[in-house]
């Protein structure tokens, strides 16, 4: 997403060098890929997208082997893997060419996401004592990340909100029991958690989004984890496992709209589906001519009448013409009947 450029302003030093080693990384295993992608993106992970743990030392689960991992696994390198094929929903791959493009991606994701500039500073402060919802946005820890053991943290905001979380140097911390609850709408595939060192995700806890840690990643009894758990991205990183339930399959729908079309796509149960639409083009509106009627008494023609004058409407016309005729008869009656008179008065 757009909002959250990434910013290369001045951090710990600690932090300073854990970005150059990992830079260094990157370049000497093949190379950093340039990314044009933002978090939240649908190619922001890279191959990485497509893995439920990815470690780079060992993958190893408490006995009795209970764990269930919906999404693939890659260690890259390492030989120790302690989850049995059946328990993952996905495949299982160790020092091949996969693991070690996915790895490389992972690192130049989690050197984006350390560098996103912040919209907010947290600090090592129970993350469940805050009263209103956490809104989209960039959230900066100096030091550690913490939820407190039996607390909630709410995620307020749509499906295209991009939420991070950032334990700069330091470990984060989810306490036995508590949650992190999505509400109106907020997909777990746009929950980003970066992890300066380690990450503990405590015993029957409920946790969402996409762990990118440093080093390591230790998921407790019971604890259920709807995303990723992406450890190693700049040392080597193991992850523990004990009676846990990862899903990295869950529903994931990202649009991207361009001036020529409309892309959306799906991730879920492990299978990808990409949608282009053409953006509509609308044509202008175009206003038809008004034509004009000579005979309507609403044209706007400039031909003029004069008004006809209807018997018997009340409507005097032009009074000038009539009057003048009834005084000229007037006028002419009375001379006639002076000069009759005249005469009569001669002939007596």
């Not at 959250?4 to 710990?12: G, I, Y």
């Not at 991070?164 to 595939?189: P, W």
């Amino acid at each position: 997403m757009s909002i959250f450029a990434t910013n290369f302003s001045p951090k710990p030093a600690a932090v300073a060098i854990g970005l150059t080693a990992a830079i260094a990384l990157s370049v000497f295993a093949g190379a950093l890929p340039a990314r044009a992608a933002d978090p939240g993106d649908d190619d922001f992970l890279g191959t990485a997208e497509d893995y439920a743990i990815i470690a780079s030392d060992t993958i190893t689960e408490t006995a009795p082997h209970t764990t269930v991992v919906l999404g693939d696994v890659a260690l890259d390198p390492g030989t120790v893997v302690e989850l049995l094929p059946v328990q993952v929903a996905g495949e299982i791959n160790i020092s091949d060419t996969d693991t070690n493009v996915a790895d490389t991606d992972l690192n130049a994701a989690y050197v984006i996401v350390a560098n996103t500039g912040a919209t907010e500073t947290v600090g090592t402060v129970n993350l469940g004592a805050r009263v209103t919802p956490y809104l989209p946005g960039v959230y900066w820890s100096g030091s550690d990340l913490l939820l407190d053991v039996n607390a909630t943290m709410t995620l307020l905001g749509g499906a295209d909100d991009v939420f991070i979380f950032q334990a700069s140097t330091g470990a984060l911390t989810i306490g036995g029991g508590s949650t992190v609850l999505l509400t109106g709408g907020v997909q777990a595939c746009n929950v980003y958690w970066q992890v300066g060192s380690s990450a503990t995700l405590g015993v029957d806890s409920n946790f969402v989004g996409t762990i990118l840690a440093a080093t390591s990643i230790a998921a407790l009894n019971g604890a259920e984890i709807q995303g990723q758990l992406l450890a190693g991205a700049t040392n080597a990183g193991a992850v523990t496992l004990d009676n846990n339930y990862i899903n990295a399959h869950s529903r994931c729908v990202r649009t991207t709209t361009t001036a020529t079309e409309v892309t959306t796509t799906t991730r879920e149960n492990g299978t990808t589906t990409t949608v282009v639409v053409p953006t509509l083009v609308v044509p202008p509106t175009t206003t038809p001519p008004v034509t004009t009627s000579t005979t309507s008494t609403n044209s706007t023609n400039t031909t003029f009448r004069r008004p006809t004058v209807l018997a018997n409407t009340g409507s005097t016309g032009d009074a000038t013409l009539p009057l003048a005729g009834a005084l000229v008869t007037f006028v002419f009656g009375g001379l006639l009947l002076l000069i009759g008179s005249r005469r009569r008065g001669n002939q007596a």
